[in-house]
């Protein structure tokens, strides 16, 4: 499958908004997480939160769509010059020729977690202006983005947990190859809801304090916010300098709903198609963003498909210190910080890890390495056994 | 306008009065009145019993179509890429995590929660045939059906392998089913091949389009269509039924339809 040109990519998370506050804090080392009250959550445990969505409305005239999900993609479309680019493309290809493909795991449920506290005791609705269609709708922020800037061509949700918005970029890749569109908005969008915050914790998967990923004490997920969103076009549109996806592979576990496959199979079957797809060896890549979630099993499975694939020495390391599992967003986030990663020659070191567990035999880098950088790896696996690995590779004069 | 060629090799069809492709043909067609009986979900055989028992309408009706698609065209659903494909997910569920959540013990069950996730089916069903392949799950509210098949048809012709669509909605309960009231669980898998093979059915040329969606002449399919997302491919069915070549539109989005010519 041909390549695909990251034409503009941006992110915005507990981190910061957009790539700027991403880039310091990668090359600072510092965490976006803090242990803080939010919404009317009573439990003990540290968040990822992106501060000021109370305040930020969406645009009067997609009113109907205003939740703390598409505020937030309203955020990260504003920002970098996302927009405009994403209006250039639409000059360039016309309306119909621009597809929308986004992940998200819960979209705006919070919505109606708060509706329905608040549901007529009598009759038991939900109050009248509690808007389903479009806040709770897993299509909401595809919907959403379509509606911002009038569009006019195929759109979807991809909601395959914690591999969605690394799996939508393998659907435009297919529209593009197909050649029904010519460029794609794709990646995802996940914010802080009850459902994540108390369902994670029934599964006693959530850590205390600021999680740790691949660390010998690590003791479960941090849950973050994200919006991230890419505007992609056939890869041979990229100069020298750019960013192109160069592989994408998708795999199922078929093994457990909510463990992975502990000698991390699914995964490495994922690992293996992205790397075939992009025509490389497991020596070429430079950098592999891992899944790295930080509960005990999570880091041991994919630690064995890493380090059974390649090796003990390529540098790697989780992002999710830095930001929090942004579930849902979490594959488009880590696409973008590869990319950064790319552009930088700057192979992240984790955040919140002190001591790696000395059971885990993959590289994982507690500072950061400045390298040259060609090709990174990302890992975004989910629930249900949803594999997705992306190889993006800096396009060489 | 670039279009998707692919060829069906097996349908799987599970909603009111509509159990199985083959017993519901004859309505489909128009040769035989169409009753509306309550859609009846077959045990999902293929789980361990424990799980089978605990498991919600979804993974009953993706199993029941997606079992029926593909032994209609011989393939093993072992190797098979799978693209599901649903407006609401497991909507019971979701409404008792939400009951739960605004209760005053916010302690949600962990099952409930691993179950709530959108690709649950998509899990479950790779578990059941012991599936490595590549699975994903859309939703594109009332263009669920749609989407769908765009991603299942792109999908065959990027990978040169069969693909498995399994599309399905299910309702709420009360207060969200007023919200979002789908009367029937409705549920249609399609087995898509990038080449002719000896079983394939048809040939699906699938292209965007501008023009209006074809509407079902028979009022009962015509309602059921308006209504549940998936009963959207109605149009397309009946022609399949009436083995009748031609351009079916069927709808998608908002300015957006998809122009299907079938042929033999």
């Given amino acids: ?241 750019e960013i192109v996806m160069s592989g994408i592979g998708e795999s199922s576990d078929a093994h457990h709903m909510s463990s992975p496959h502990p000698e991390g199979l699914g995964a490495r079957l994922a690992m293996q198609a992205a790397l075939d797809m992009a025509g490389l060896t497991p020596t070429d890549i430079d950098y592999i963003n891992l899944h790295g979630t930080s509960t005990p099993s999570n880091d041991a499975a994919e630690d064995k498909g890493v380090s059974g694939l390649f090796g003990t020495a390529t540098p790697c390391s989780s992002t999710k210190g830095h930001t929090g599992h942004t579930l849902g967003a979490a594959g488009g986030a880590e696409a973008i910080i590869c990319a950064l990663a790319l552009q930088h020659d700057l192979a992240p070191g984790g955040v919140g890890t002190t001591e790696v567990d000395p059971r885990l035999a993959s590289h994982y880098l507690l500072t950061n390495l400045t390298i040259p950088m060609r090709h990174t790896l990302s890992n975004s696996f989910g629930f249900g056994g949803s594999n997705c690995s992306i190889v993006l590779s800096k396009v060489m004069a | 306008m670039s279009a998707l060629r692919v060829y069906l090799d097996g349908i799987g069809l599970c909603g009111p009065g509509m159990a199985g492709w083959a017993a519901s043909r004859d309505s489909l067609a128009g040769t035989r009145p169409v009753e509306l009986s309550p859609t009846v979900l077959p045990a999902a055989e293929a789980l361990p019993p424990a799980e089978r028992r605990r498991v919600g309408v979804p993974i009953k009706l993706s199993m029941a179509i997606g079992f029926e698609a593909a032994q209609q065209a011989g393939v093993d659903p072992a190797n098979l890429a799978a693209v599901f494909s649903s407006t609401g997910g497991d909507c019971d569920n979701c409404h008792a995590i939400l009951e739960t959540l605004a209760s005053d013990d916010r302690q949600i069950s962990p099952t409930r929660f691993h179950n709530s996730v959108h690709n649950a089916p998509s899990g479950y069903w790779s578990i059941a045939t012991h599936c490595m392949a590549p699975s994903t799950s859309l939703c594109a509210l009332d263009a669920t059906f749609g989407a769908g098949l765009l991603e299942a048809a792109s999908q065959a012709l990027a990978s040169g392998q069969p693909c498995l669509l399994l599309a399905y909605d299910t309702a709420y309960p009360d207060p969200l089913y007023s919200l979002r009231p789908i009367p029937y669980p409705f549920g249609l898998a399609l087995l898509l091949r990038p080449a002719r093979s000896t079983t394939s059915l048809a040939c699906l040329n699938i292209g965007l389009s501008e023009k209006a969606p074809d509407r079902c002449t028979d009022a009962t399919l015509e309602s059921l269509r308006q209504s549940i997302p998936v009963a959207r491919a109605l149009p397309l069915l009946q022609r399949l039924a009436r083995n009748a070549p031609g351009r079916v539109v069927i709808d998608y989005l908002e300015h957006l339809s998809l122009a299907i010519e079938v042929t033999a």
């Fill in chain 1, 1 to 241: 499958m041909p390549a695909l040109r990251l034409s503009s990519f941006t992110l915005s998370s507990a981190l910061g908004t957009g790539l700027a506050p991403t880039l310091e804090a990668l090359r600072a080392q510092r965490s976006g997480l803090a242990h803080k009250h939010w919404e009317t959550v009573d439990l003990d445990t540290c968040i990822g939160e992106v501060g000021g969505l109370d305040d930020l409305p969406v645009r009067a005239d997609l009113a109907q769509f205003d939740c703390r999900n598409n505020r937030l993609a309203q955020l990260a479309l504003e920002t970098d010059g996302f927009a405009e680019a994403v209006r250039s493309a639409i000059a360039k290809y016309g309306a119909t020729r621009v597809g929308v493909f986004l992940g998200t795991s819960t979209s705006g449920i919070l919505s109606t977690e708060i509706a329905y506290r608040h549901r007529d005791p009598v009759s038991g609705h939900l109050p009248a202006n509690h808007d389903y269609r479009h806040t709770h709708n897993s299509y909401s922020v595809a919907d959403f983005v379509r509606h911002y800037f009038d569009l006019r061509g195929p759109a979807f949700v991809v909601s395959t947990a914690c591999s969605s918005s690394a799996k939508v970029f393998g659907s435009a890749q297919r529209m593009i190859a197909a050649g029904l569109i010519d460029a794609a908005i794709v990646g995802g969008v996940d914010s802080l809801c009850l459902t994540t915050l108390y369902g994670f914790n029934s599964l006693q998967l959530v850590s205390p304090t600021a999680c740790k990923p691949f660390d010998a004490h690590r003791d479960g997920i941090s849950i973050g916010e994200a919006a991230a969103f890419i505007l992609v076009e056939a890869g041979e549109l990229a100069r020298p300098g």
